[in-house]
């Protein structure tokens, strides 16, 4: 990985990628507009709002934008801007080498993959989430349920009484708790309900008798395994 012999200057995030952007871009590079060229916006209207608002902030986003495209040696990438940053998302290492190297004070942060191992990892399985930790520190497979309103209604009534009577080493999310075990409105618990499991065996068992109301499942695989 040519990324691995440039040196990425220090005030710099690098963080590793759990999946790929978009389905198909290994590196994220977050650039900020020129911050001292930020203009606030106190005429606004709305107020009560927790972050700052500019009067030029689109004009400064838009010629950051120019920059980078100005930079980019490779076109197979995609930029996406949310207040006054912008991500560039590529699987071009020279492109993230050039952009550091023309605008080094509006690169922020960089995602990246730690290694070959780690993007034959995530391009190979595409349900594998490349982590720190474990889900919840502590369990290997994460198992969303379908936001079904009928099984909201009956508070996952069945998943309850079979995870219960298994006695599998499983664990539930906080909104699933919720449902399991308070009388709280379910308006208000959430849409992510997810079981977790450490052994296969009892993931299969749990995908046999659930199948039709699994939304998808991830698999943690550890930064320091590969």
């Known amino acids: 990985m040519n990324l691995d012999n440039f040196a990425v200057p220090t005030n710099i995030a690098v963080n590793y990628i759990q999946k790929k952007y978009y389905d198909k871009y290994f590196y994220k590079l977050v650039l900020n507009v020129d911050q001292t060229k930020l203009i606030k916006d106190d005429k606004n209207r709305w107020r009560g709002l927790n972050y700052t608002l500019y009067s030029n902030r689109f004009a400064l986003v838009n010629n950051l934008i ?8 490779d076109d197979d990438y995609r930029f996406r801007s949310e207040g006054i940053t912008v991500s560039v998302f590529t699987n071009s290492e020279a492109n993230i080498i050039k952009l550091i190297t023309d605008l080094p004070d509006r690169a922020a942060s ?11 990892m995530v391009e ?20 969303y349920l379908k936001p079904s309103w009928t099984e ?14 298994s006695k599998l080493d499983y664990g539930i999310n906080g909104a699933l708790n919720k449902y399991f075990y308070t009388n ?11 079981v977790y499991f450490n052994d296969p065996q009892d993931l299969m068992m749990f995908q046999l008798r659930f199948n039709d109301k699994i939304l998808k499942i991830e698999e943690a695989v550890l930064l320091s395994e590969l």
């Open 184 to 194: 709280k409105s379910m308006r208000g618990l959430g849409y992510t309900i997810a």
């Open 66 to 73: 120019k920059d980078i495209e100005a930079s980019i040696v």
């Open 152 to 165: 909201r209604e009956s508070r996952f009534k069945e998943v309850k009484e079979w995870l219960t009577e």
């Open 110 to 120: 960089l995602y990246r993959p730690l290694n070959t191992a780690h993007i034959d």
């Open 124 to 143: 190979n399985h595409k349900k594998v989430l490349v982590r720190n930790s474990l889900f919840e520190k502590q369990y290997k497979f994460k198992v």
